[in-house]
């Protein structure tokens, strides 16, 4: 296993390199190579950000994500990628490094939570992160068409589109017209074993396992993971700490 270099200070506040190391961490010692991208929406070599290179790696690519959540949850933002000069770079094409499946909670957005910029994330967003066609073919041309490395599954703490889940799962509520397929969809996570809080909570993790699993068996993904060109995996923010923890 490999821990996450931690690639920014944390400006002097205790505890953060420990947090770190703990942040998205236990990534698997992962293949180097970066699958090349095959359609014209990539355009020429990858750019360069304002702080080096752009992550060709899964690993490269988690260890930046981590070091992004540490200046968003320590309030030491840089809002980068957001020049004149980056602006018009990404007329030229886009070089996304990961690929964030997150939910459609309006707490909860990729670029911020991770301190990421204009080209730097490719974010699909659902409603506690259900897959379907749609969500599958956007996560599929991030991959194959722009060769990116990482797909990350964010689940994330008071999911309402989990919590609406566990209540139907419970009889306790029925949903209108396309909310049913959302707690469909959920449903497998639910353990009746838990009570109503905790039920909630552990749905919203177990919710992201079984996304993860089901991307990863994907045949366009599974080939590159085997290859070692691609990582897809699981992690889930804390809306009372702002900290994205990565989920086995």
Known sequence: MSVLAERHPADGIPGRRALVRSALTGAVALGAGLVSGGGSTG???????????????PEAALSELAAG?????TFHERHPDATRTVRQALVGGQHPFAVILGCVDSRVPPELVFDQ????LMTVRSAGEVLDDAVLGSI???????GIPLVVV?????CGA??????????LEQLPGHLRYLAQQIRPAVDRRLRRDARVD?????NVRLVRSRLAAEPDLAARIEAGSLAVVGARYELTSQRVRRIR
């Open 202 to 206: 552990a749905a919203v993790t177990q």
């Open 162 to 171: 989990v919590t609406a889940a566990v209540r139907a799962a419970e009889g």
């Open 69 to 73: 959540n540490i200046r968003w949850r």
């Open 117 to 120: 910029g204009l080209g730097d």
């Open 154 to 158: 964010l689940g994330h703490q008071s």
């Open 140 to 146: 599929a041309f991030g991959v194959v068409e722009l």
């Open 43 to 57: 355009g020429g070599a990858p750019r360069t950000g304002a702080y080096g290179p752009r992550p060709g790696t």
